[in-house]
């Protein structure tokens, strides 16, 4: 499905603000894939990334995870082997209010994703955060079961489907 984040904005004017949000400029583009869209899987987490693996174990046809990581700097949390169990399992894409690593790896994997920044370093493995529950960074709030919209120029969230 193509689509452009402009030409969106553009179609859905009246809704921007309100049912249609922009999220702030705020991400680096990783993975293989420039756009990607889906409906909403959300994570709230700090520093530990069990939880991304368990959502990347599911099926995710048609879904976005979208990981509220507390905008923290200090780890990643989605490295290589997660990119591609998400790709194994059918999930179009993922944004991370926080870092990834492997990102050389990640760039040839068949994944949309959207970070802050990179780091070397893994998270710890405690299995704590929460998961479906509205988060809200970039001056938007992600709702679960809404729609995410990301290519080059950025990332749209929906309360209804716009394709």
């Not at 988060?135 to 729609?147: C, L």
């Given at each position: 499905m193509t689509f452009k984040t402009p030409d969106l904005c553009d179609a859905f004017e009246a809704e921007l603000g309100k049912s249609l949000r922009v999220v702030a400029p705020m991400f680096r583009r990783y993975g293989g894939k420039a756009s990607f869209s889906g409906q909403i899987v959300t994570l709230k987490l700090f520093e530990d990334n069990s939880l991304v693996r368990e959502a990347f174990a599911e099926n995710g046809q048609g879904k976005v995870l979208v990981?509220?990581?507390g905008g923290s700097l200090r780890c990643a949390l989605v490295g290589d082997q997660l990119a591609i169990l998400a790709t194994k399992n059918g999930w179009d894409g993922v944004v991370v209010y926080g870092c990834i690593r492997d990102s050389g790896d990640i760039a040839g994997i068949d994944l949309?994703?959207?970070?802050?920044?990179?780091?070397?370093?893994?998270?710890?493995?405690?299995?704590?955060?929460?998961?479906?529950?509205?988060?809200?960074?970039?001056?938007?709030?992600?709702?679960?079961?809404?729609?995410?919209?990301?290519?080059?120029?950025?990332?749209?969230?929906?309360?209804?489907?716009?394709?």
């Open positions: 990981i509220d990581g949309g994703m959207r970070a802050l920044n990179t780091h070397p370093q893994k998270s710890i493995k405690r299995g704590v955060g929460e998961r479906d529950i509205a988060v809200s960074f970039g001056g938007v709030a992600f709702n679960p079961g809404e729609w995410l919209y990301a290519d080059e120029d950025g990332v749209l969230v929906s309360d209804r489907p716009l394709l």
